[in-house]
């Protein structure tokens, strides 16, 4: 099986590019990030004190996530409820960057994104995906953008969805926030792996961004 694993910071593209690559190469695409803000959301559902270890362990043993394929595209359930749409709220995005950073919580995790890699040819996004999960994925690429473009990014989705709640400001002020959590923390920090290619798109267009991935899996793969 091949994998592709893509790592990077928040809203540099990752779905975006991963889900246009996979669907030319026929790739199946798995976006862990998803998984993350499941639990997050259980968390949030159940008044977890993330702080606490016991309440922690207590959360996982009443938590099972599951990832399906429907017409091609990853949903994602928590106990057995599809919660695909639920878990992309900035409430839900927050407490995603607080409990990926517990080991636990990585740990339970680790064996549901390795299994869809032995049995699937995967391209998959998260942040440690090429340097903890995957690390003999034959191609590994860091996608990034300056804060600024992702921020400018995110705002115009937002208006395009009719969202008009969030400023410029604070969702650059999110983004700094994450970069910072994601980037930090003791366990499976967010940073390139050794062995990946650091592509950055903050002046290209999708377009162009997925043209570049391309080169770089038909480089790596013969
Ligand atoms: O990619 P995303 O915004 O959906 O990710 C939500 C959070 O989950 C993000 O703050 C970092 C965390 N995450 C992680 O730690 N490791 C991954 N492989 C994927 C996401």
Do not use: W
């Not at 191609?139 to 969805?161: E, G, N, P, W």
Request: aromatic share 4%; proline share 2%.
């Amino acid at each position: 099986m091949i994998s592709i694993a893509i790592d990077g910071p928040a809203g540099a593209g990752k779905s975006t590019i991963a889900k246009a690559v996979a669907k030319q190469l026929e790739y199946i695409y798995v976006d862990t990030g998803a998984l993350y803000r499941s639990i997050a959301l259980n968390a949030i559902n159940s008044g977890t004190n993330t702080d606490n270890e016991a309440e922690i362990n207590e959360l996982l043993n009443n938590t099972k996530v599951e990832i399906k394929f429907i017409n091609g595209e990853q949903r994602v359930f928590l106990n057995s409820q599809d919660v695909s749409d639920k878990i992309r709220t900035t409430e839900v995005s927050m407490m995603a960057s607080k409990v990926s950073a517990i080991a636990t919580v990585r740990d339970f995790l680790l064996e549901l994104q390795r299994g869809l890699a032995r049995e699937n040819n995967v391209i998959m996004d998260g942040r440690d995906i090429g340097t903890v999960v995957l690390p003999q994925a034959q191609v590994k690429i860091f996608l990034t953008a300056s804060a600024q473009c992702r921020a400018k990014r995110r705002y115009k989705d937002y208006l395009a969805a009719g969202n008009t709640q969030e400023s410029y400001e604070q969702i650059l002020a999110d983004i700094q926030q994450r970069d910072y959590n994601d980037s930090h923390r003791a366990v499976a920090p967010l940073k390139p792996a050794e062995d990946s290619v650091v592509v950055d798109t903050s002046d290209d267009t999708l377009e162009q961004s997925v043209e570049k991935i391309i080169a770089v899996v038909n480089s790596k793969i013969k």
